[in-house]
């Protein structure tokens, strides 16, 4: 069994407590190897070690994870923090899980297992790189399980409650464990008990273990209890002006042209780029008084690769990127004009996240992040008037999926028809539209 572990950064990966810890232990069963799971290369040696001193691989538990700054407010969220976080929390996993199945699939068994998080199924107080990284590792999860099935090896995550760890306390600024005990114990529906570290243990121990032989795709709580243009030309309102920002200025111009209305405009906006984004935010509440909406509707699809093994590094952070970090910059300045005014809508896209199949997990995980991002935002947002949305959709024959899975239209209309339990009518942009158009309204 091999367990990745790491702390907020490769300066601080515990050398001397891993060797400590094999000491102790005194067992040739144990061993220590210096591993920053943010770099393939020690990734992979590590993996490689393991199987070179036990001849085989065969349970794999990507436990490192990081909280980052316990900043809960976006206004506040510093980027390099945000991208720290999904740096370790997920990109660390995906390679990890990318070196096991390398490893793993040659025997046609064995388990792969993830770390995430209660704040799945909660939101508050949480910084939101952190429940971001969380929701796309359980998507990436799901995922896998489909790919990673087909040669019997499981793949399964723990979401554990909070303990009082040693960074639970610092995050906290509590560092009395009976303190931090009694916070977590009011909070919790099971009474009378203290969830212990031991306890989040025995999760991973049965889902690495035979016992759990059929389980696959699980996320096992332990809790006690870009843009791209859609809307219709006669669907947008002219009482309520419309600023599109893209990086296609001569498709934005043409439609502002097609639509001939003072009510529309357009503005250059790579949505990775800070001042891009902010700049687009104050032309809005510069020009039309105001920021009512902010439609963070941008998405790529990344390379349609489903395999772990054939998925590129560079493509699963640049999915990351434009998916999930630009969403981010999108709410931050969204909310910096809106809390002001007590008001306003920020609404995302995602994709139907519950189900898992041969789409890649760079897109699968980016978009469970957004999911779970638009889920703290609203309880941070909410009071101050502001909702916080998210539309997932199912497939739709728009010119990205028809690209990306080189089709026909009415090829695709029919495989998704197909999947579908709703029988008898065909998905359609302007069905997606109409669900938006609700979100925004009154």
Do not use: W
Request: glycine letters at 6%; charged letters at 25%.
């Amino acid at each position: 069994m091999l367990i990745l572990q790491q702390l907020p950064s490769p300066k601080d990966i515990q050398d001397e407590l891993g060797h400590s810890l094999c000491k102790e232990i005194g067992s040739e069963s144990i061993f220590y190897i210096h591993c920053d799971v943010t770099n393939e290369s020690d990734v992979e040696k590590a993996i490689d070690k393991v199987v070179s001193k036990y001849g085989k691989l065969d349970i794999m538990f990507n436990n490192a994870g990081i909280s980052g700054n316990m900043e809960s407010q976006i206004l506040k969220s510093e980027n390099e923090n945000f991208k720290r976080a999904l740096d370790v929390n997920i990109f660390a996993a995906f390679l990890g899980a990318k070196h096991d199945a390398r490893v793993m699939i040659p025997v046609k068994k064995d388990s792969i297992l993830f770390t995430s998080s209660v704040a799945l199924v909660m939101a508050g107080a949480v910084p939101h790189s952190y429940v971001a990284s969380k929701h796309a590792m359980v998507g990436m999860v799901k995922n896998l399980s489909v790919e990673l099935g087909q040669y019997g090896i499981r793949v399964n995550c723990v979401s554990p409650f909070s303990v009082a760890t040693p960074m639970l306390k610092k995050a906290v600024g509590i560092m009395e464990k009976n303190m931090v005990e009694d916070v977590v114990s009011s909070c919790a529906n099971l009474k009378g008990v203290v969830l212990e570290p031991e306890d989040i243990a025995e999760a991973p121990l049965y889902l690495g273990s035979d016992e759990s032989k059929y389980v696959s795709g699980m996320n096992l709580v332990v809790d006690g209890g870009g843009i791209r243009y859609l809307l219709r030309y006669d669907q947008i309102n002219p009482v309520r002006p419309v600023l599109i920002a893209d990086v296609k200025d001569e498709l934005g111009h043409s439609i502002c042209k097609d639509i001939g209305s003072d009510s529309i405009s357009y503005i250059h906006c790579d949505v990775t780029n800070e001042y891009d984004v902010e700049k687009a935010a104050d032309m809005a509440a510069t020009k039309y008084g105001k920021l009512d909406i902010m439609f963070n509707n941008v998405g790529i699809s990344s390379n349609i690769e489903s395999q772990i093994l054939e998925s590129e590094n560079e493509d699963f952070e640049r999915v990351l990127n434009i998916n999930i970090f630009s969403a981010f910059l999108g709410a931050k300045h969204a909310a910096r004009v809106m809390i002001p005014t007590k008001k306003g809508s920020i609404p995302f896209t995602s994709i139907v996240s519950k189900r898992a199949n041969d789409v890649s997990h760079a897109y699968v995980a980016s978009k469970h992040a957004v999911v779970d991002m638009a889920k703290n935002l609203s309880v941070e947002l909410g009071q101050c008037g502001i909702r916080v949305n998210c539309v997932s959709l199912f497939a739709v024959g728009t010119p990205m999926v028809l690209k990306g899975i080189e089709m026909e239209k009415t090829k695709v209309e029919e495989v998704v028809s197909s999947c579908a339990n709703l029988k008898g009518v065909v998905l359609e942009p302007e069905d997606i539209v109409e669900v938006a158009l609700y979100i925004f309204g009154e």
